[in-house]
């Protein structure tokens, strides 16, 4: 999807049975091919009203594909991830699951602030996570982007500080990296917004990112330096960073 910016955590933990985790309603490119959880919450993953299923309905279903092996280990591994989830996150007496109560108060309101604490979560259960992303949709701002633009940028910034803060002393084994898959126009179109461009921006914030600098060649913004006359010049691949 267009206009969306992922964020990547990377835990020093080893992997367990949930190593990686996309906190959304698809899988992203990043992602492909490798063995992921895609969910909303972590409640998502777990199979039936509980933590568990009946037995008789269990034993069929990882034992129901007969000899067809692709199938028998991801329903194992389905059935294992939904079993862990339960049996630390599911109330009986709720017949729910327990609420994640984070230590930092996220912004309300704030469309990240909900996906952050699921990865928070994630952290804090030390369920074998190594990487997480979560997508930050609406800065495909093709009309009227002064109206919008600071306060796409203020909220992506408070539910950042608000999930830093409530990792506590897990920051140490976390990194995140705020990138888009592509930057906007320097110049405006004629509905006051801009159209896709090429060079963007990368944040990194972690215990590995000495801070308060930008790193890279800057190109400069003179004309006879844009890419089309419009670009900002892409000087550095992403997959480097």
Do not use: C
């Not at 267009?2 to 309603?25: D, E, F, H, N, Y």
């Not at 998502?44 to 067809?68: I, K, T, Y």
Request: glycine share 14%; hydrophobic share 45%.
């Amino acid at each position: 999807p267009s206009g969306w910016i992922g964020r990547w955590l990377q835990a020093t933990a080893p992997a367990g049975p949930m190593p990686a985790l996309a906190v959304g309603a698809m899988r992203p490119a990043s992602l492909l091919g490798a063995d992921a959880a895609v969910a909303e919450t972590l409640g998502d993953l777990m199979l039936g009203q509980g933590h568990w299923l009946a037995p008789a309905v269990r034993s069929r279903l990882l034992a129901g594909f007969g000899d067809h092996g692709p199938l028998s280990r991801p329903l194992a591994d389905l059935a294992g991830l939904s079993d862990m989830i339960g049996s630390r996150l599911w109330s009986e007496a709720e017949g729910d699951m327990r609420p994640y109560i984070p230590a930092f108060a996220y912004p309300e309101g704030n469309p990240v602030s909900q996906p952050l604490m699921t990865v928070a979560q994630t952290i804090k259960e030390d369920l074998g996570l190594r990487v997480a992303t979560v997508d930050v949709p609406g800065w495909d701002t093709h009309v009227a982007q002064s109206g919008q633009f600071a306060g796409l940028t203020g909220g992506l910034s408070d539910a950042l500080m608000a999930f830093w803060r409530d990792l506590g002393p897990l920051q140490q084994d976390v990194s995140v990296v705020v990138m888009s898959e592509f930057g906007r126009r320097l110049r405006s179109n004629t509905a006051g917004g801009t159209d896709h461009g090429r060079g963007n921006v990368m944040l990194v914030l972690g215990p590995q990112a000495k801070g308060g600098r930008m790193l890279g060649r800057w190109p400069g913004l003179a004309n006879e330096t844009l890419e089309e006359g419009a670009d900002l010049a892409v000087v550095t691949d992403y997959r480097a960073v």
